[in-house]
């Protein structure tokens, strides 16, 4: 049973009107109603402030660990190498409660499968293609020529005035400095190859620095490398600006007020601010309802500018990506906002709220930047028939038939590129 | 006055050595910062030689060398072109470059080779 479901049945067991409880919990009878319908996720201190009204245990609020087993199961059956053998999901309470040994092992194996895939990708990633790698390279490469020159010129020239004397100085200041920068960062990332999970590139660090409460006090003592504290001083100042246009108990009382029920376009109308900020707002404070929420934010070539992973919407390394995103749909269509319920290969189903704007900082003159947002909310509704299949990266994306696959996967190799049709 | 050598380069401090060292040597060098234009920046000044950076941004060196090889104007097409690359690189710069340079490099070696391709 749902924890939603759960809520409601205790309610009615005391026979309490949903007004009632909600006010007393402090929230909207129509966010209650959502709630109770399982149509928001309910969070642990919600469940808290629910049970303490509700005169009850928060433990049998929460989903019990029969449901968390079901959908770990369900999960084990949906994946590619279990394709052939057509599972009875619907007897698959019965198969826990007749066989919990079996159960539990089944459980743990799919589990230990999902963790070594991730790490076969990792180090496939980082043995063949990767980006971060090569470009790190290059400018270790790039680096040190410019140093050797610069200080063979120093070294043995004659007669160097001492203007390019000066500049040549300054050249070997700065080479010096940017190649301990990416050596600082390639010797970080090379450690990771050895800790799975490891936050191997700056980007991967300021997601998991966004991640913690640090990002919130500014702390940056949780980075390693140079690089990921220059991305997040920079990401830092954006928030900032981001939390001084929407403080955060503006924006946690127009959710409580009302507001979840609201979708984010019509919490923007209400607020009377733009929907991109909005959007950052929820991403960033992840108010009531929306305590699992995630954001990705890209450029308009498509490079993630700011990834915060949904709950159980799993990231691909950075630089993967799948084109199905709506992300990308938000790209050709600016100033509309795009929702879609998009489902994982994993079965699990998110509301994707997808926007995108466009401004020219530098004038009439200047170019033309268009950025996009997709704010994602897992839902425990059923999906509906016109979800898209969505993946995270084609090369780790087990969908065998994918009209936008642009490479195989090294997950399923019978999932190949389509030939184009003319 | 005749240009004798035109730089593709997108790193600033090593296109400041490299154009130091050739300048020095009685050369006239200019540069040219991006893979983007480059093509048109050879066709632009014709060069005596072009030092070209395998990897550039926007387009990279082996794209711009295979465009002017492929050039309709025989003589712009025949241009010499030093073509510097890191090591594992010398591949990808394939059979079109006259000469190949690995970075990082000694200054007397590119000194020899662009007198060699001078001469």
Not at chain 1, 77 to 90: F, K, N, W
Not at chain 1, 157 to 186: C, K, M, P, V
């Amino acid at each position: 049973m749902l924890t939603g479901t759960r809520i409601r049945e205790r309610r009615l067991v005391l026979s309490r009107r949903q007004a009632d409880v909600a006010r007393e919990v402090g929230i909207s009878a129509a966010y209650l109603n959502l709630i109770e319908h399982n149509r928001r996720p309910v969070g642990p201190e919600m469940i808290a402030r629910l049970a303490k009204v509700l005169d009850v245990p928060a433990d049998e609020l929460a989903e019990g660990r029969e449901e968390v087993r079901i959908a770990a199961l369900r999960e084990a059956a949906v994946h590619p190498a279990g394709a052939a053998a057509a599972p009875e999901l619907e007897q698959v309470a019965e198969f826990i409660a007749r066989f919990p040994g079996w159960a539990e092992l089944l459980v743990a194996q799919s589990r230990q499968v999902r963790a070594l895939e991730r790490q076969l990708v990792d180090l496939s990633d980082r043995m063949t293609q990767d980006p971060y790698l090569l470009t790190t390279l290059h400018e270790v490469l790039s680096a040190v020529t410019s140093l050797r020159s610069t200080a063979a010129i120093l070294a043995e020239e004659q007669d160097i005035s001492d203007d390019w004397r000066q500049r040549f100085h300054t050249n070997l200041y700065q080479d010096s400095r940017r190649l301990s920068q990416t050596a600082q960062g390639l010797v970080a990332y090379l450690d990771s190859f050895e800790t799975e999970g490891n936050a191997a590139t700056p980007q991967e660090e300021v997601e998991a620095w966004l991640a913690s409460d640090a990002s919130r006090t500014g702390a940056l003592d949780m980075l390693v490398s140079d690089a990921a504290r220059d991305l997040a001083m920079t990401l830092g100042r954006t928030l900032e600006a981001d939390r001084a246009a929407l403080p955060d108990a503006r924006l946690t009382k127009a959710v409580a007020t009302g507001g979840a029920a609201l979708d984010p376009v019509q919490l923007a109308v209400t607020l009377g601010l733009p929907l991109d900020l909005v959007m950052r707002r929820l991403g960033d404070l992840r108010p009531e309802g929306y305590e699992r929420a995630g954001l990705l934010i890209c450029d308009a070539s498509g490079v993630p500018t700011l990834r915060r992973a949904a709950s159980g919407f799993p990231l691909p390394r950075p630089g993967d990506n799948c084109a199905l995103w709506p992300l990308y749909q938000a790209l050709a269509m600016p100033q509309v906002a795009l929702s879609r319920v998009i489902v994982t290969p994993e079965g699990r189903s998110f509301r994707a709220l997808s926007y995108a704007t466009r401004s020219q900082p530098e004038g009439l003159e200047g170019p033309v930047l268009t950025t996009a947002l997709m704010l994602l909310l897992p839902t425990e509704d059923e999906a509906p028939s016109d979800a898209l299949l969505v993946g995270p990266a084609c090369r780790i994306c087990p969908r065998p038939d994918c009209p936008a696959r642009r490479e195989p996967s090294i997950l399923v190799p019978q999932a190949s590129v389509r030939t184009p049709r003319s | 006055m005749e240009l004798d050598i035109l730089m593709i380069e997108d790193e600033p401090n090593i296109a400041e050595a490299v154009r130091f060292i050739l300048t020095r040597e009685g050369w006239r060098v200019d540069l040219h910062p991006d893979g983007a234009g480059g093509l048109e920046a050879i066709a632009q000044q014709r060069p005596r030689l072009v030092i070209l950076d395998l990897m550039l941004p926007n387009r990279s060196g082996a794209e711009i060398l295979d465009d002017l090889r492929a050039a309709g104007d025989r003589e712009l097409a025949a241009t010499p072109v030093l073509m510097l690359t890191a090591r594992g690189q010398a591949v990808m710069a394939g059979g079109q470059a006259d000469a190949v340079l690995s970075k990082p490099f000694d200054n007397e070696d590119l000194r020899a080779i662009v007198r060699r391709m001078l001469a």
